[in-house]
C-alpha cells in the first residue's frame, strides 16, 4: 500500500513549495489540494512541466461537503493517510478589520483546521504526522491579556478553552468592547494572531488527543515569506520556506511531538509569553526594500509578458505586410 500526504491550500505560495518538495522527495502519493479547481489544476500544470506527478483534489477547509468528498476519495482510494499539513491560510487587511473580516481569518485559519480534524484525522494511520502551519503571530506573546495567557498555558487545555478564546475575541469585535491592549502592536492584524494563537494551542490538543495512535503533531512558523500573503515581502522565499515543514513531515524524531517550531527548525517555548518573538510591523518594514530588490526580477518578467502581449494584440496597420 502506499504512502499518503495532503497538503491543503497549495495551488500558490508555501503550499504549492511544500508539494513540490514532498514530490521530489517523498517515496509515495503527494496530494496537492485547492479550494478553486481552475487554480488547482494550473498548479499541477506546474509541476507537471517539471516532471512531478501531484495527485489533486478540490478541498476548502471551510466547507465541510468538500473535506467530506476527499474524505471519502481517500478512504476509496488509499484506506489512510500519513502525512497531514494544515497549511490553508488566510490573512485579512492591515487595517482595523470588521467583525466580517476577522471572522472569516478565523473560520479559515482556525475552525479550517477543527473542520479538517474532526473528518480527515480519523484516516491517519499509526505513526502518521500532522504539521500545523502557524506564525509568529501564533506565538503566546502576541497576547497581552492576562486572563487569556494564563488560561492558555494551564497544563489542562482544553477545546473549549480555545474555542472561548476566539468567541471572546469575536464577540469583543461584534459589540465594540475590543481592547487593542489585548494584544501586542496595538491590534495590527489582531485577528489573524488570534487565529493561529489559536492554531498552536490546538496542535497541543490534538497531541495529547493522537497520543494513543502514536501521530505526532506539531505547529510551526515558517517564516517571513515572500508570497501573496505578504504581498511578496519578505526575507525567504516559498520554496526556502518549505524546508522545516518538509523536515517535521519526513525526517524530523517520531518523538517531537506538541512542539511549536521556529523556520530555522529549532524548537521554541510556545508557553513563554515573556519571550517577545511576536511579528512586528517594524520587522516588516525592515524587509521591505530587501524584497523590492529581491523581486525587481519577477516584477520586469511581468511587465515583460505584459508589453508582448500588448504587442501580441495590436491590430496590424494597412500595408503592413
Ligand atoms: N507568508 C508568510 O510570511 C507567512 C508567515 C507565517 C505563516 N504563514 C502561513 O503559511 C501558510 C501559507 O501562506 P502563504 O504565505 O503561502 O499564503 P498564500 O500564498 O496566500 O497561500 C494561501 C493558500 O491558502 C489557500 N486557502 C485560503 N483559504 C482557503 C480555504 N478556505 N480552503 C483551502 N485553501 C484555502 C489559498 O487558496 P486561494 O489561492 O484560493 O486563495 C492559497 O492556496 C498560511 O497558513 C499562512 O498563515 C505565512
Redesign the pocket.
Known sequence: MSRVAVV?????????AIVKRLCEDFDGVVYL????EH?GAAAVGKLKEQGLRPEYHQ?????RQSITKFRDHLQNKHGSIDILIN?????SGYGNDSFEECKKVID??YR?VLNVQEIIYPLIRRNGRVIN?????GHLSNVRNEEWIERLSKQDLNIEDVNEFVDWFLESKKNGTFKTSDFVEDGHIVA?RVS?VALCALTLIQQKELESRDISVNSL??????????MKI?FCT?DE?AETPVYLALHAPQSLRGAYVWHDGTTRDWHDHENALFFTLAFARSWLLTSLIANVKDYFAAWLSYLLDKLKRKPIANGAR
Open positions: 491543503t491550500g497549495s495551488n500558490k505560495g508555501i503550499g504549492f489540494t485547492s479550494r478553486s487554480l478541498l476548502d477547509v471551510t466547507d497549511n490553508a491560510g488566510y490573512a479559515i485559519n479550517g502551519v502557524s506564525s509568529d503571530c489573524y493561529k512558523h515558517p517564516g517571513f515569506v515572500r508570497t501573496d500573503m505578504t519578505g516559498a520556506a
